[in-house]
């Protein structure tokens, strides 16, 4: 039996009301984002990101989300209309557990990470807007589940002015 994520309901106030829509519409379909991602023809981040209101629909997306989960079209391009309001479904530090963690090895991590990167490329920044993201499941030979998350970002050199 699969597990589906569901919309955490102490959020709904600092959603845009999509969220709700999305969700639900999800819920009664029982689709996972990896089967909504499948027909939109994108990541399931990606599309996990816009049920938060935290990337923009395309017309097109719009269109086959409405067909997808059966969610009146108009209904649904009045609300994914406008831009996403990034970073407020977020306390920091966070205190869902899984979020925290991902938190916590940016905290452990981020200087190395950033040196490593600052050797490879130079003085500059990776984009988290010229940005695509994967998550996806190992199983070592142990039965163990891995989570492997890989990131893709432009980098950004600084400029000198």
């Known amino acids: 039996m699969s597990h589906l994520a569901t919309l955490d309901t102490s959020l709904h106030e600092r959603l845009p009301a999509s969220a709700l829509t999305l969700f639900e519409a999800k819920a009664q379909k029982q689709l996972s984002f990896e089967k909504i991602a499948e027909h939109l023809g994108r990541s399931e ?4 990101a816009l049920f938060y209101g935290q990337a923009r629909a395309s017309e097109e997306d719009t269109d086959k989300l409405s067909q997808l989960l059966g969610v009146d079209k108009a209904k649904l391009t009045q609300q994914l209309a406008g831009f996403p309001d990034r970073g407020r ?13 991902m938190y916590e090895i940016v905290q ?3 200087y190395a990470y950033k040196a490593v990167m600052n050797e490879k490329f130079g003085d500059g920044i990776m984009s988290a807007i010229a940005f695509s993201t994967t998550v996806d499941k190992e199983t ?8 492997n ?3 893709r970002g432009k ?5 000198r002015f």
């Open 45 to 48: 981040v990606a599309v996990a």
């Open 89 to 101: 479904t977020l306390d920091m530090p966070p205190k869902d557990p899984l979020i925290y963690r």
């Open 140 to 147: 070592d030979e142990q039965g163990n589940n891995w989570v």
């Open 108 to 110: 452990n991590y981020g």
């Open 155 to 159: 980098w950004l050199p600084f400029t």
């Open 149 to 151: 998350i890989k990131m």
